[in-house]
């Protein structure tokens, strides 16, 4: 489905990550990866993994950077020429933001950290990649359902989402006539290092998989198999999107007896 096609996957931490589930997709499915990390704590991972999937790009990249940001874009069009898909998988909000009622953890500093990394951090790898995107090319990132509903403990992360959601419309209308599309996947809950910081992560896991018309949980390799397609041509219509993949879960009002 993505046959020779060069995929940026920006947002690998371990094997548990989302990002991990992408690229096993991405690759069995004939695409040729690159890879970018957060800093030198997932080196050694990330020197293991990209092995494992044939790939000789990897990039450091704090996204809270702008330089670091344009450096990451540079290397892969020094590398590949055009690059065809990226996918963005990241997500940050300090510990505090994610335990509690909001009106007693939200802080403008926990806001502008989970904005900027969770949401503007999409904005601003587009920004630097647009001019770079073959023809018919695709963009991804990842969210989650507390953007249009009110979660325990997601709190500010449900706002960055619900910005980062909307980012994927603003850039879909205006990207669309230059080839590139933009959509992003809404995942169920899946154990990562990100899901962990969220307080109760594990009950909301537990009744998230007691609770779906699938009634079950669902996997990465679900969820890449999901962005196989959306960076292949077999989409090639959809863009602007945001496209569940959670056992059907938003699609139930309330639960009773
Ligand atoms: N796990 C879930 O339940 C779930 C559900 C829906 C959506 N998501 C979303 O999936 C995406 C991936 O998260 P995950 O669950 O795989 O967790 P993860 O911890 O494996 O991945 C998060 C990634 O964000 C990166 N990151 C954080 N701050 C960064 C920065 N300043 N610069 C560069 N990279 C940075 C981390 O290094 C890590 O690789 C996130 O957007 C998350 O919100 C996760």
Redo the contacts with the bound molecule.
């Keep these: 489905m993505v046959k020779n096609k060069k995929i940026l996957i920006?947002?690998?931490?371990?094997k548990?990550?989302?990002?991990?589930g992408i690229a096993e997709s991405l690759y069995e499915n004939g695409a040729k990866l690159g890879f970018?990390?957060?800093?030198e704590r997932?080196e050694k991972f990330i020197n293991e993994f990209s092995k494992n999937y044939d790939s000789d790009f990897t990039q450091i990249?704090?996204?809270?950077?702008d330089i670091?940001i344009k450096d990451l874009i540079k290397k892969a069009v020094d590398k590949w020429g055009k690059i065809d898909g990226i996918v963005?998988?990241?997500?940050?909000a300090p510990a505090d933001q994610l335990s509690g009622n909001i009106e007693e953890c939200i802080s403008r500093e926990g806001f502008q950290i989970a904005h900027?990394?969770?949401s503007y951090?999409f904005s601003g790898v587009i920004k630097e990649a647009y001019p770079h995107m073959s023809n018919n090319s695709s963009i991804i990132?990842?969210?989650?359902?507390g953007s249009q509903q009110a979660t325990p403990n997601y709190n500010v992360?449900g706002m960055a989402?619900a910005s980062?959601e909307a980012s994927v419309r603003y850039f879909s209308s205006t990207l669309g006539e230059k080839g590139v599309r933009v959509n992003s996947?809404?995942?169920?809950?899946?154990?990562?290092?990100?899901?962990?910081g969220?307080k109760g992560?594990k009950s909301m896991?537990n009744k998230h998989g007691a609770n779906t018309p699938l009634a079950r949980n669902i996997t990465?390799r679900e969820?890449g198999n999901t962005a196989t397609f959306l960076l292949s041509d077999m989409s090639s219509g959809i863009t602007g999107q945001t496209i569940y993949v959670d056992g059907g879960y938003n699609i139930q009002s309330m639960d009773f007896d």
């Design positions: 920006v947002g690998l931490a371990n548990y990550s989302i990002a991990a970018s990390i957060q800093n997932f990249c704090d996204l809270s950077n670091e963005h998988s990241v997500g940050f900027d990394i969770s951090s990132t990842l969210t989650y359902i992360m989402k980062l996947i809404s995942a169920g809950p899946i154990k990562t290092l990100a899901a962990s969220i992560f896991l990465a969820v």
